[in-house]
Nanobody
Framework: QVQLVEFGGGLVQAGGSLRLSCAASGRTFSSSAMGWFRQAPGKEREFVGAISWSGANTYYADSVKGRFTISRDNAKSTVYLLMNSLKPEDTAVYYC????????????????WGQGTQVTVSS
């Protein structure tokens, strides 16, 4: 079983950058694809991006493509989300999760959710 802890959130001005980290414990991290999701107040949790177990392949939601970058360091059991050119609409709680099976774009195909980290982008 993988346990996940996200950190690195905070308050940033529009146009700024943040890097989120997701630290994992458990032996299955390095063999698991990982995903980042976000949930804004009053909205459903949505897919942000995912990375394959090796890091060779990444996938992004259209809303963040070209601005966000996912990477991982299996030696450190950590996955990262670098967010550039942040917009007020990026404000949300950001979660990482371990991919179980199926499409990367579906929240229900992920488990072992972390507690989330708040990102607030001011205009």
């Amino acid at each position: 079983q993988v346990q996940l802890v996200e950190f690195g959130g905070g308050l940033v001005q529009a146009g700024g950058s943040l890097r989120l980290s997701c630290a994992a414990s458990g032996r299955t991290f390095s063999s698991s694809a990982m995903g980042w999701f976000r949930q804004a107040p009053g909205k459903e949790r949505e897919f942000v991006g995912a990375i394959s177990w090796s890091g060779a392949n990444t996938y992004y939601a259209d809303s963040v493509k070209g601005r966000f970058t996912i990477s991982r360091d299996n030696a450190k059991s950590t996955v990262y989300l670098l967010m550039n050119s942040l917009k007020p609409e990026d404000t949300a709680v950001y979660y990482c999760a371990r991919h179980i099976s199926g499409s990367y774009y579906r929240t229900s195909n992920f488990g072992s959710w972390g507690q989330g980290t708040q990102v607030t982008v001011s205009s």
